[in-house]
C-alpha cells in the first residue's frame, strides 16, 4: 500500500504541476494545486489498489474452495472404487 501511495503521490504532483506550468500560471499557485493533487492521487490510488487486493484475494478464496471441492470428489471417487 506504501508504494501504491508514493506512486499515486508523485504522478498526481507531476500531472498537476505540468499541468499548471504549461498554461502559465505562477510558480507558488502552481505548487500549492500540485500539493492537493498529490494528496488526491495518493488517495485515489491507495483506494484503487485496496479494491483490487480484495478482488484478488476473493478470486484465489474462490478457487481454493473450487479445488478442495474437486479434489474432495475425486478422493470419494478413489475410495468407492478400491471398496467395490
Not at 6 to 27: E, K, M, N
Not at 30 to 56: D, H, K
Request: glycine residues 12%.
Amino acid at each position: 500500500m506504501k508504494y501504491l501511495l508514493l506512486v499515486g503521490g508523485s504522478a498526481g504532483f507531476a500531472l498537476v504541476f505540468a499541468g499548471g506550468w504549461r498554461v502559465g500560471r505562477d510558480p507558488l499557485s502552481v505548487v500549492v494545486e500540485a500539493s492537493f493533487g498529490c494528496l488526491a492521487a495518493a488517495f485515489l490510488f491507495r483506494w484503487l489498489g485496496t479494491i483490487y487486493l480484495r478482488s484478488v484475494r476473493t478470486m484465489l478464496r474462490e478457487r481454493e474452495v473450487v479445488s478442495r471441492q474437486h479434489n474432495g470428489a475425486g478422493e470419494a471417487e478413489a475410495v468407492s472404487s478400491t471398496r467395490s
